[in-house]
């Protein structure tokens, strides 16, 4: 059993989207951006007549950095029910294709098709040949090679079409080429559906183009079969798409062909977008003018990310196991893992790093992707990986479980007021200092400590963390003012500020050197320190000052 | 008393003038005289030094007087160290006192922004320069974004870092040190992209492209 009760692991393991993960779509912007593919595609179908003209065409980029979602966006799109009953798509991979050549392209934009589609198209074009032989049109009859042997057995023009679309009988080439002649299609129109009846629709590509041409006329005549005999827009997704000189004057001639009743949807990185500009300026001038240019800003913010990761857990929890107090749970996770990883501040790592916390939470029966968890992770899958400046070698599931703790800034400090006094009296345990006094007096002087160092100066440490500054500096003053009994005073804050006058010290003290001094506190009052330890916390205590 | 003890007490009372070696032989002639002698110069307690034709044996303090009482060239050098000292305390006092008065200005400067504004941008005691270096970066880094910026808003981050170059002299490494502060403080302002001859290196690869969102 998965964490949240879950049956199975939410999280996708393979690098790039599945089409099974892309049914998930999560994130604000990648739902805007949804949205926004919707209303170019319902805004062409509102204005598409029986008669497709080159005005019927639309240019969609969406452009954005690796591991941001695109490809997910786009699979998603291809899948959509909604979708389904309007549209034929054909998604393209252009990173799979090499070498590239205008021959190749094409190949991949009839593979990226699905088997649905091709058995519709050709089931809608047998159906419509036998409807015109039903209506006794010329020659129309002949395609079936319907006689009177049929007649007297009583075998109908529905019977023969479904043998043809079973391939059990061959039907007449030459009387189809007749019958749609009749329709106003064109001779690449005719080719195309022949070789469509014979089951070899994606030969077109090997057998009847030659140039660049005829493979624009061939893609041209595909999308007006779909509208025909469909009723469908044709939607072409390319995805990698790159200056690459084949690809690039590939895309500029569909561009300029104008696709009836067509939507091309081109998906590549910023970068791809800037090298467009440097190397073909005329192509580069066509995106810009793009109908819709699908944004994904902010698609790596915390907020995008947090949603994004929470909605593949929401679609697999059937029994609704996972609740608001794990939700807030697994965010503060999330959170902490964004805040400090640079690295993990994009879906793809996010989710890589949830699927295996979430296998790993599985194999120990742990009822949430606990610290844990998270923690075995990382160090597995990023070996190399650490905590940004930690003296202490915090190990990741303190520093998450001591970092969430930190959020209450009362507690924070009366823990590293502790800290440090543990700190200090475990440098007197080694013989480093004197023995420490508590400074309490009782009259809220703000000095916690008082000891004696190795030179003989009394030391006096004041302990100053709040999230209003001003009342940090007000402490600060009286620590000041308070310690003129002492050689030196060191004041440990959080206010953003440094200084060295008149004896006293103020040692800024971030998040990191906190959790630190918490860490070693924890370590200290349980027993725990080993030597290695001993000599990190001689060094956390020089590096704020106290020895 | 011990025989080092001892020995010591007579090389001290002798002052300045210092003892002769052979004198302390015979006084201690019971003991390995020499041996403890040489263990009392290797840890630098007594200086054994040739005067006339004999050796004579000094505490610390009264051989480094007896130098300056007989070795002018010694004297002459002590001397012009001490007057370098001396110097270089004067002036350190006078930086202390202005470094002093520096920091209550600074104190007395920022402390009515603090009453008035009360949040937590402000500095108490004296602030790391680079806070107001970074956030001076940010400006001319969103008007060179602002002004750089394509259709899809991304900036290519070397052009830049040229223009603060030409503007700044800000060298490379300064540049991406505040681009990488620049962008872990402002994590929902601006985006990176990968792409570019040069940038952030982020997961292994060189973040050359910025935006802001």
Wanted: aromatic letters at 8%.
């Amino acid at each position: 059993m998965y964490p949240y009760k879950l049956a199975q692991n939410p999280y996708p393991s393979s690098p790039t989207p599945t089409t099974i993960d892309a049914k998930i779509i999560g994130g604000k912007k990648h739902k805007e951006a949804k949205s926004a593919v919707l209303s170019c595609i319902g805004d062409l179908l509102s204005k598409i007549t029986e008669t497709p003209t080159d005005k019927d065409f639309r240019l969609i980029t969406l452009i954005q950095d690796v591991g941001s979602g695109k490809t997910h966006l786009s699979l998603h799109i291809r899948d959509l029910q909604e979708l389904s009953d309007n549209t034929v798509i054909s998604y393209v991979d252009l990173s799979q294709i090499s070498p590239r050549d205008m021959h190749s392209l094409y190949r991949s934009m009839l593979g990226g098709f699905t088997e649905d589609y091709v058995r519709n198209l050709k089931e809608s074009v047998v159906y419509f040949l036998r409807d015109q032989a039903e209506r006794n049109v010329m020659d129309a009859k002949k395609i079936f090679n319907y006689g009177f042997v049929d007649l007297i057995t009583r075998r109908s023009l529905t019977y023969k079409a479904e043998q043809i679309l079973k391939n059990k009988i061959v039907p007449n080439y030459f009387a189809i080429n007749s019958v749609l002649k009749e329709e106003d299609l064109s001779q690449t129109e005719i080719s195309i559906l022949k070789l469509l009846i014979e089951g070899k629709f994606r030969a077109d590509s090997y057998n009847n183009v030659s140039t660049l041409e005829d493979i624009i006329a061939s893609i041209s005549a595909i999308a007006s079969l779909n509208l025909k005999f469909l009723k469908k827009l044709t939607i072409f997704q390319i995805d990698e798409f790159d200056s690459e000189k084949e690809s690039v004057d590939f895309v500029k001639a569909v561009i300029n062909a104008h696709l009836p009743s067509t939507v091309l949807m081109l998906i590549l990185t910023p970068s791809s977008y800037e090298e467009i500009r440097n190397k073909n300026s005329s192509v580069f001038d066509r995106l810009e003018k793009a109908n819709y240019k699908i944004d994904l800003a902010g698609s790596n913010t915390l907020e995008e990310i947090l949603d994004i990761s929470l909605e593949y857990i929401r679609y697999y929890d059937c029994g609704n196991n996972f609740t608001k107090d794990d939700e807030k749970d697994l965010t503060a996770k999330i959170k902490v893992i964004y805040d400090e990883f640079p690295d993990f501040r994009n879906i793809r790592s996010m989710i890589n790093i949830l699927y295996h916390a979430t296998e790993n939470a599985g194999k120990r029966n742990a009822v949430i992707i606990d610290e844990e968890a998270i923690d075995d992770t990382i160090e597995a899958v990023y070996p190399g990986l650490r905590i940004k400046g930690s003296i202490m070698g915090v190990p990741l599931s303190d520093f998450f479980k001591i970092r969430r703790n930190s959020d209450d800034v009362q507690m924070l400090e009366s823990d590293v007021r502790d800290a440090v006094r543990n700190l200090v009296n475990y440098a007197y345990e080694i013989g480093t200092v004197a023995k420490p006094e508590a400074a309490n007096d009782g009259k809220g002087n703000g000095i916690d400590l008082i000891y004696d160092d190795p030179n003989g100066t009394k030391v006096a440490v004041a302990v100053v963390i709040n999230k209003d500054y001003v009342k940090s500096f007000k402490q600060i003053s009286n620590a000041v003012k308070s310690a003129d009994y002492a050689d030196k005073l060191v004041v440990l804050t959080n206010t953003n500020a440094y200084g060295e006058s008149n004896g006293t010290s103020i040692v800024n003290i971030d998040r990191y050197k906190m959790i630190d001094l918490i860490y070693f506190s924890s370590k200290y009052r349980n027993k725990e320190m080993v030597l290695d330890d001993s000599q990190r916390a001689l060094m956390l205590a020089k590096s704020i000052k106290l020895c | 008393m011990s025989v080092e003890e001892k020995l010591i007490q007579k090389i001290n009372s002798a002052g300045s003038l210092g003892v002769k070696k052979t004198e302390l032989r015979k006084e201690f002639a019971e003991a390995e005289t020499d041996t403890i002698l040489e263990d009392m110069v290797t840890h630098g307690d007594v200086f054994i030094d040739k005067k006339g034709a004999a050796y004579y044996c000094w505490s610390k303090d009264h051989y480094f007087q007896s130098l300056l009482n007989s070795d002018p060239k010694f004297r002459l050098t002590y001397e012009a160290i001490k007057s370098l000292e001396q110097s270089v305390n004067k002036r350190s006092d006078g930086l202390a006192e202005t470094v002093g008065m520096l920091v209550d200005n600074i104190s007395n400067l920022s402390k009515p922004t603090i009453e008035k504004n009360g949040h937590s941008s402000s500095q108490i005691v004296l602030s790391g320069p680079l806070t107001m270096q970074l956030e001076q970066f940010k400006n001319e880094f969103d008007l060179a974004v602002a002004n750089y910026s394509s259709s899809i808003g991304w900036v290519e981050l070397a052009k830049i870092r040229n223009e603060l170059y030409a503007k700044y002299n800000l060298s490379n490494e300064e540049f991406y040190c505040l681009v990488e502060q620049l962008a872990n403080k402002y994590q929902d302002k601006y985006e990176l992209s990968t792409g570019g001859n040069e940038g952030l290196m982020v997961r292994g690869l060189i973040h050359g492209l910025v935006r802001c969102i």
